[in-house]
């Protein structure tokens, strides 16, 4: 299975990956966990500049940047580990380019949307968790985490705003694949949902999508 969180900044998304990964391990699954920008090699390279780089960066630059790791990291991370048999847990994915480059920034959705369908050959997640969060909250935990902000994280709250409602619209798109949650319920009820969904998956598997299939 291809199973990938997505959501807002600071709305849970590594505690639950992390709380799902145990509970998949403790079933005997073989399980990948990993991220985007950031889960190769190249990755780590390419996330440093699209988050640590001082100044602006192009759209269509930061747009290619994004997909330039998810391609690398799709082929070289994340297909292996399917072809083995092996499960992986992914924080954030092309729905976060959809969002983040898509709605808050000048690029159309349908742009970037294409150019990470491109740049994987159109892999897609079995489930999608979403933690949806009012930004104004999850700021607050942000705060409390007392980390230094990365670009993005810094951008103004209509901008964060914007970002969760393109969330919210891309999972009304495609019901079947996603699962969307109130990050702001706690934690361990959060995770007995998502292993719900997960289980209902393991009881009836379809095979791993790719766009263009039903949903
Ligand atoms: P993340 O790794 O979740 O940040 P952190 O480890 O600091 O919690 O994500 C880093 C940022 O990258 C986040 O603000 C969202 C942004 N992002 C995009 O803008 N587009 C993308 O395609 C992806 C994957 C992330």
């Known amino acids: 299975m291809f199973l ?9 998304k590594s505690t639950q990956a992390a709380l799902l990964e145990e509970w998949l391990t403790a079933r005997g699954h073989t399980v990948v966990r990993t991220r985007e ?9 390419i ?31 994340v297909r292996p580990a399917l072809d083995r048999g092996v499960d992986v847990i992914q924080d954030r994915y ?14 159309g959705r349908d742009e970037v949307r294409n150019l990470s369908v491109w740049a994987t050959g159109g892999l897609l997640p079995d489930l999608t968790v979403l933690l949806d969060l009012d930004p104004a909250v999850a700021r607050e935990r942000l705060d409390a985490d007392d980390k230094p902000f990365d670009r993005l994280e810094s951008e103004q709250s209509a901008f964060h705003d914007s970002v969760r409602e393109e969330f919210l619209a891309l999972a009304a798109a495609e ?24 289980q209902s998956l393991l009881a009836d598997p ?5 766009v263009g299939d039903a949903d």
């Open 4 to 12: 990938t969180f997505e959501g807002g900044d600071g709305v849970g």
């Open 175 to 198: 019901p079947g694949r996603f699962l969307v949650l109130d990050a702001s319920r706690i934690p361990a009820d959060l995770a007995t949902d998502i292993q719900g969904r997960v």
């Open 94 to 107: 092309l729905d976060s380019s959809v969002a983040y480059q898509g709605a808050g920034r000048v690029l």
């Open 47 to 77: 996330r440093d500049i699209v988050l640590h780089h001082r100044g602006e960066i192009a759209p269509r630059a930061e747009a290619l940047l994004y997909a330039a790791d998810r391609a690398h990291h799709i082929e070289t991370v």
């Open 37 to 45: 920008p950031g889960g190769s090699e190249v990755g780590v390279l």
């Open 206 to 210: 379809a095979p791993t999508g790719s």
